[in-house]
């Protein structure tokens, strides 16, 4: 499986971007992989699980510091994960990355329990 992260960018505090992941050598619509999740990672920080949605049902699961902000979603016929960030704030600076798992775990948010990772997209937001 190969992820691959976009849509990072500069944008003011306040402002939106939509993260977008493109899994490709497997289909989502399978279930073969049980998770899907964003992590960050800011200069100088410990990455950070931001969000995760599982394959089978869709739930979905946030990080107390971007709830009610932040939204994933999935798009199996295309293949893609989707992390929509509204009123960002400074502290949401950091490098996005979205990985996967095979690993039926309930630490989602739980970097260590993914087993294969895209490279990452860098998000400014300024004051």
């Known amino acids: 499986v190969q992820l691959q992260a976009y849509g990072g960018g500069s944008v003011q505090a306040g402002g939106s971007l939509r993260l977008s992941c493109e899994v490709s050598?497997?289909?989502?619509?399978?279930?073969?992989?049980?998770?899907y999740g964003w992590f960050r990672q800011a200069p100088g920080k410990e990455r950070e699980g931001v969000s995760s949605?599982?394959?089978?049902?869709?739930?979905?699961y946030y990080a107390d510091s971007v709830k009610g902000r932040f939204t994933i979603s999935k798009d199996t016929g295309k293949n893609t994960v989707y992390l929509q960030m509204n009123s960002l704030k400074p502290e949401d600076t950091a490098v996005y990355y979205c990985?996967?798992?095979?690993?039926?775990?309930?630490?989602?948010?739980?970097?260590?329990?993914?087993?294969?990772w895209g490279q990452g997209t860098k998000v400014t937001v300024s004051s």
């Open positions: 050598g497997i289909s989502m619509a399978v279930y073969d992989y049980y998770a």
């Open positions: 990985a996967t798992t095979y690993i039926a775990t309930t630490e989602l948010l739980n970097g260590a329990e993914y087993t294969d």
């Open positions: 949605i599982s394959s089978n049902d869709g739930s979905t």
